[in-house]
């Protein structure tokens, strides 16, 4: 498999790109950063490109692979305003997805949240719900939305709002709270996103909402390709007509990968 991703600087896409790299089934792992990582893993390099999201046109034809992993996104404290959010959350991934579909990816795997709707009173759930409904659209033959709640693990940053939450997101976890008021460790949302890419049947859910999923709650049938991967099998599936959109929620997130740490 030939792994693209952007947002690897990040929370999630740093673990991503780790575990990318200890994947057996991962030929090439290509990241489009504004900054360089070095990141190795037993020898391994990730080929790190330096592009500028503002100029994706002159990039873009490099957007050739198997999967584009999206993890992309900023805070409102760290951009500046709403309006610079957008671009960065929005706007990038959007395009990058539009790209990445010209050029025939077949599968996107992309970070949102739990809540997502783009008819959401939040502007954090709107815009997530936003940048669900643009990629669904898309000619993939995939679309993996992953929808996790508070986040955690070692950030580069300081964010309080986020460090107060993940203290009460601690605290009802050891109450046993439902999964989607849990903090999720970035490694596990990063794991469960390289599941999407190389098990395309977990969770199917139709891109116009309606429940598509198999024999128990997750959508997991006993012949789950999760129990019998082959990393010697050819990733590459026949065109469909259009793409098939999994909507993956805390629990499934949980169920597959483990319990938040």
């Known amino acids: 498999m030939r792994a693209l991703v952007v947002g690897s600087t990040g929370l999630v896409g740093r673990h991503l790109v780790r575990q990318l790299l200890a994947e057996?089934?991962?030929?090439?792992?290509?990241?489009?950063?504004?900054?360089?990582?070095?990141?190795?893993?037993?020898?391994?390099?990730?080929?790190?490109?330096?592009?500028?999201?503002?100029?994706?046109?002159?990039?873009?034809?490099?957007?050739?692979?198997?999967?584009?992993?999206?993890?992309?996104?900023?805070?409102?404290?760290?951009?500046?305003?709403?309006?610079?959010?957008?671009?960065?959350?929005?706007?990038?991934?959007?395009?990058?997805?539009?790209?990445?579909?010209?050029?025939?990816?077949?599968?996107?795997?992309?970070?949102?949240?739990?809540?997502?709707?783009?008819?959401?009173?939040?502007?954090?759930?709107?815009?997530?719900?936003?940048?669900?409904e643009a990629v669904a659209k898309l000619p993939f033959e995939r679309v993996h939305l992953l929808r996790p709640g508070i986040l955690d693990g070692p950030r580069g940053e300081v964010r309080l709002g986020e460090r107060m939450g993940l203290a009460v997101a601690r605290v009802l976890a050891r109450l046993g709270a439902p999964a989607g008021m849990r903090p999720f460790h970035a490694d596990v949302v990063a794991g469960f996103m390289v599941e999407c890419a190389l098990a395309p049947s977990a969770g199917e859910v139709a891109s116009d909402g309606a429940n598509g999923r198999g024999e128990d709650s997750r959508g997991i049938s006993g012949d789950h390709p999760t129990a019998r991967r082959d990393p010697e099998e050819p990733f590459a599936q026949p065109r469909l007509a259009g793409p098939r959109v999994f909507r993956h929620e805390p629990d499934e997130i949980l169920a597959l990968r483990g319990a938040a740490r």
């Open 24 to 132: 057996p089934g991962v030929d090439l792992v290509r990241s489009f950063q504004r900054r360089s990582t070095g990141v190795q893993v037993g020898g391994r390099r990730a080929d790190e490109e330096l592009v500028d999201f503002e100029a994706l046109d002159e990039w873009s034809e490099r957007l050739q692979g198997d999967v584009l992993f999206s993890a992309l996104g900023t805070t409102r404290r760290a951009a500046g305003s709403q309006e610079a959010q957008y671009r960065i959350d929005h706007d990038y991934q959007v395009g990058v997805a539009q790209a990445a579909a010209r050029n025939g990816v077949p599968v996107l795997v992309l970070v949102s949240s739990i809540g997502a709707d783009p008819g959401a009173r939040s502007f954090y759930m709107r815009m997530k719900g936003e940048i669900e």
